[in-house]
């Protein structure tokens, strides 16, 4: 097999490897596990918050800026980060630490029901407009 034959034959195929490989490490707004959830209870919805990890359960929990509500951060399965990709976008994720917050307008989904005086618990679909920022 000449070269001009194998360079044919394996630029196609190294195309199509490098494409999908591409693809796969930035998957859009509509491929996030989160909103794809079959325990979610509601719809997703927008807010500005500041996303921290902290002690306790669940360890990674956002303040709603402009009030006093706290939301819990959880996935669907818990041998990852807090609880696997199923909880927040690892974009998000990678930002985070233990002397750093992340300000962010959220898209966040519902596990549990809002309820006075209890943590609800939701997913983040994706993050956009991140500020990081030291405690």
């Known amino acids: 097999m000449s070269f001009n034959m194998m360079t044919a034959f394996w630029r196609p195929i190294a195309a199509l490897t490098f494409g999908l490989a ?3 490490t930035s998957p859009s707004i509509h491929d ?6 079959s325990d979610l209870i509601g719809p997703c919805f927008d807010l ?4 921290s990890i902290g002690n306790g359960n669940p360890n990674v929990r956002i303040w709603r ?3 006093t509500r706290i939301l819990g951060v959880v996935g669907a399965e818990c041998d990852e980060h807090p609880c696997g990709p ?15 917050d992340v300000f ?3 898209t966040v989904c519902p596990v549990t029901k809002e309820r006075a005086g209890w943590m609800q618990m939701v997913c983040i679909d994706s993050a956009r407009n991140t500020a990081r920022r030291r405690r």
Do not use: F, I, K, Y
Request: hydrophobic share 30%.
């Open 22 to 24: 591409a693809h796969g």
């Open 32 to 37: 996030s596990p989160c909103a794809t959830r």
């Open 48 to 51: 500005r918050g500041r996303v």
């Open 65 to 67: 800026v402009g009030t």
């Open 86 to 100: 199923s909880a927040m976008p690892d974009s998000l994720w990678t930002q985070m630490d233990e002397d750093h």
């Open 104 to 106: 962010a307008d959220l």
